[in-house]
Structure formats: structure tokens, C-alpha cells
């Protein structure tokens, strides 16, 4: 099939999260599987970095959204180490800022120049896609602008339209006067006009109403984003769609997170053989200048500092456990600065247990996945999730709430039955935190002999798992087989 991917973000241009890695995994698990992909995204001020090369493929297009002038050229390059091009919309006026995102008052101008372009690309380059990939609001206009504005093009009168919502938390609501820089002020009836008539719009509902298909990245956040809990004000539209509403979760690049062959960490280990991590273990602890101890437990965070993420509940948790049980603490990332300064403090409070660095990098990432002896993911929701399969794969138990894609990977370790890959709460309070966290510590025991054999057999447990994309791609193209006519 001919698929047409659009989003705001791609690894390794951009990325500020899940998404990015998806658009990366995404068109190539589908590009292995025979189908010719397509991807568009922004030309954002790092993309045209230093070092990167990129070939023109047109210039100066004119778009006219409701008055504003508005023109971009286009640029290609492949997705490293594969043929899959990415077209580049070019726009320094819109594209060439500090942040992916901003809360500039052209936002919605922005996504809305981005939704055009992708279609205007597919004209420009004569490619018919049976399927448009939409990804979260930022594109949540494609959807509607095929039925409208484009529906006259015969290029695409074959074509459908799928949007993933990797999370509803985020929805692009604008105020109404902004319709006419949408390009679609004569297709305003098609806007929600109870929200419209309220001094709304909002695109990612829009590409709930006019999709072919509906995805989310786990199946159980599939279900939870139709309940009044974690539906965000779109249960209801999500439960009139739920027969085209699928939840597919997410895939991990198994290539790149094998501790195995993984040229990020120092030493490589199996299911077969610890050694490696023990190794890993203490050059983490050497890098986040904290004491070493086989026998201490190591605790790692490496995530965006968010309420989302869950991490009010560890204000009283965290110093109460750390003081009584020993345990070291290691914490990667950055975000709001109520909890960027909660583990400052931690740090400062427990010099000799917690180490916290507030930023974002990769390599370190990789190590405090492989050296952390159990990973604390406490999300208050999470779509999906990508670390706690990372720390699967990596033998490094994680702590989760049972919630979204945390729910559907991480599954609670019985030692007697040998079954189970983690430690999970049900109830999102501080007492199921400390529930989880208790769980993990007295499973670690002693940290040797029958102890440390049972942990073993929970590391396996979840390095057995398999979270690569190839697991995935098949329910991608039920979906497109679905929608697509003559598929």
C-alpha cells in the first residue's frame, strides 16, 4: 500500500517524546514490509543542522488560510540507514524557533501549514497514498481536509484516513476566530458547532469526527480514553467511533535497545549472563558519583518531569523509603519545575542516594537503564510508554501503575508460580506507591543467595518478552485493509 505519514516530530530530527520514536519505528516496520512509505514532517531550526544534507524538491509554494500569506519550500532526506524519504516543510517564519512546540499565538497556524503541506507534497510528487497516517492534533485537520478541500483531486479519491492519538491529554483548542487561518472557513459546518458556537475549535476532535480510523498506542488506553477518567472531554466522541477505535501498542527498536550489542553501555550481558550488568551497574553509580554496593538496590528514572507522570505521589514516598530502606536513587530528565526542584532537594537531602540530572541524553539514558537494578514509572496515565519495555528488555524490573501501556507490558511477579515481569499498584495514591515499591524491595531481599536467584528469575522474565515492531505492523495493516477500498 501507499501510506502517507504525517507528523510534528521524528527521531532523529526532532523528538520530545514517545511520538517521535514512533514516527521513526513506524514507516520502517511498514517500509520491511513491502509498503512504499512516505513521511512528512517540519523543518524545525535543528533539523537543518550542521552535518545533515538535504535535497530540494520544490520552492515556493503559496498557501492563502484565510487572509495570511503563507509560503514554504520542500526538502528531502531518508530516514537514516534506510530509502524511506521525509519531506521537510520549509517555513522559516513558522518552523525556525527554539521549541517543536511553543504557546505562540500562531500554534494553530503553525499545524494547520503542516496538514496542508502534506497533502500539497502528495500532489507536488504524484503519489497517491491509500492511507494518510495521521499523528496526534498537530495533524488533526488532515482528516477533514481530504473530505473537503482536497476531495476535488482524483489523486486522492481512493485515499483514507487513520489518526493515532498517542495522547489525549493534548488537543489543540484555539479560539474560534482563529477558523479562517485554517484554510477551512468555508467548511466551517463541519466543524463540532456546539464547541465552534462556544469560541472553540479543537483539531484533534476534528480528526476524531472525520477519520476512517481511530488508533491508540496500547489497547487498554483504547478503552480508558472512552471513560469520563482519562477521555479528557473526548469520551464521548471516542465511544460513538469505537467500532473504528483500535489500540495497538507501541514497538521498541529491538536493534537499538539490546544490552546485548548496545554501543551506548560498556558492558554487554544476556539472560544467560549478569556479569555485564553488575559492571554497568557501578560505572552508573561512578558516573552519578554516588557509593557502590552489589547488594544495595539501585532505583532509575529517566523520564519527562510531568504531572502525567505521576510524581507527586513520591514527595512523601520517596525520602520516607529512602531513609529506611538504603536504597540509591538515580534520575535522568527535566520538565516542570516543581518536581525538577522536589529531586534537587532529594539529592541534597540524601547525598550519598540520589543523584539527579535535569537534562536529556541518550547515552545515559541507556546506561541508567542498564546499570538501575528496578525502574519507577508511577504515571498517573501513560498511553502507552516506552521505558518500561526498555527496562524489560534490559532485566531491570520495573514499578508501574496499572494504567494505558503500563498495564498491557507489566505484569506482577509471582515467585512461586515463576510468572510475571514486574511489580504494579492498582490504585494511583500514595499508598499504592509505596505498595509497588515495597513490592520490588522485599523481592530484592538481601540482594544474594535465594534472593538474588529469585530476582534472576524475574529478569528473565522480562528479557524473554519480544516488543519490536515486527509484533505490531500486522494489526497496522488489518486497520489500513479495513478502511482502504479494494484492500
Known amino acids: 500500500m501507499n501510506v502517507l505519514f504525517v507528523a510534528s516530530e521524528m527521531t532523529p530530527f526532532a523528538k520530545s517524546g514517545g511520538l517521535g520514536d514512533v514516527a521513526s519505528a513506524l514507516p520502517k516496520a511498514l517500509a520491511a514490509c513491502g509498503h512504499d512509505v512516505r513521511v512528512v514532517m517540519p523543518m524545525y531550526a535543528r533539523v537543518h543542522a550542521p552535518g545533515r544534507d538535504f535535497e530540494a524538491v520544490f520552492d515556493d509554494v503559496v498557501l492563502i488560510l484565510g487572509g495570511t500569506r503563507i509560503t ?11 530509502s524511506i524519504p521525509v519531506y521537510f516543510v520549509r517555513c522559516p517564519r513558522l518552523f525556525d524557533r527554539p521549541s517543536i512546540y511553543t504557546t505562540d499565538n500562531d500554534e494553530h497556524l503553525r499545524f494547520a501549514v503542516l496538514s496542508w503541506a502534506s497533502l500539497v507534497i502528495a500532489q507536488h510528487i504524484a503519489f497517491r497514498p491509500d492511507i494518510v497516517h495521521a499523528n496526534d492534533w498537530q495533524t488533526g485537520l488532515v482528516p477533514l481536509l481530504l473530505r473537503t478541500m482536497f476531495a476535488w483531486d482524483r489523486l486522492f479519491s481512493a485515499t483514507r484516513s487513520v489518526l493515532t492519538i498517542h495522547n489525549i491529554g493534548y488537543q489543540g483548542v484555539f479560539d474560534a476566530h482563529i477558523l479562517a487561518e485554517t484554510g477551512l472557513g468555508d467548511a466551517a459546518h463541519h466543524f463540532h458547532q456546539e464547541q465552534l458556537h462556544a469560541g472553540h475549535i479543537n483539531y484533534l476532535l476534528t480528526g476524531v469526527l472525520y477519520a476512517n480510523a481511530l488508533t491508540t498506542v496500547s489497547p487498554t488506553y ?3 480514553v472512552q471513560t469520563a477518567e482519562h477521555g479528557a ?35 554487554a550481558y544476556s539472560a544467560s549472563n549478569f556479569d555485564g550488568k553488575e559492571k554497568n551497574k557501578q560505572v552508573l553509580l561512578e558516573t552519578m558519583q554516588l557509593p557502590y554496593a552489589e547488594r544495595v538496590p539501585v532505583i532509575g528514572v529517566v523520564s519527562r518531569l510531568a504531572w502525567q507522570k505521576g510524581f507527586d505521589l513520591c514527595v512523601s514516598v520517596l525520602p520516607k523509603l529512602l531513609a529506611r530502606s ?82 498491557d507490558t507489566v505484569s506482577p511477579f509471582d515467585a512461586q508460580r515463576g510468572t510475571g515481569n514486574g511489580f504494579v499498584f492498582e490504585h494511583f495514591d500514595e499508598d499504592g506507591l509505596r505498595f509497588g515499591l515495597n513490592q520490588a524491595l522485599r523481592t530484592w531481599g538481601s540482594g544474594d543467595g535465594e534472593d538474588r536467584e529469585r530476582w534472576r528469575m524475574l529478569q528473565r522474565n522480562g528479557m ?17 485493509r479495513l478502511i482502504a477500498p479494494g484492500r
Open 72 to 82: 514554504f519550500s520542500v526538502f528531502e532526506a531518508p530516514i537514516p540507514g534506510t
Open 222 to 224: 483504547a478503552r480508558e
Open 233 to 267: 472531554g473526548l469520551e464521548a466522541f471516542l465511544r460513538q467511533r469505537e467500532d473504528v477505535l483500535f489500540g495497538i501498542l507501541n514497538g521498541i527498536d529491538e536493534v537499538e535497545w539490546n544490552p546485548e550489542d548496545d554501543p551506548k553501555i560498556l558492558h
Open 326 to 407: 538504603g536504597a540509591e536513587l538515580v534520575v535522568l530528565g527535566m520538565g516542570e519545575p516543581k518536581y525538577e526542584n522536589f529531586f534537587a532537594s532529594l539529592a541534597r537531602r540524601f547525598p550519598k542516594q540520589v543523584a539527579f540530572n535535569k537534562s536529556f541524553s541518550e547515552p545515559l539514558a541507556h546506561l541508567i537503564e542498564a546499570g538501575s537494578d528496578m525502574f519507577l514509572m508511577p504515571s498517573r496515565y501513560e498511553p502507552c510508554g516506552l521505558n518500561q519495555m526498555y527496562s524489560l528488555r534490559y532485566g531491570t524490573p520495573p514499578i508501574v501503575h496499572h494504567t494505558g501501556g503500563l498495564a
Open 464 to 480: 524473554r518478552g519480544r516488543f519490536g515492531w515486527d509484533r505490531r505492523i500486522t494489526a497496522y495493516e488489518q486497520v489500513y
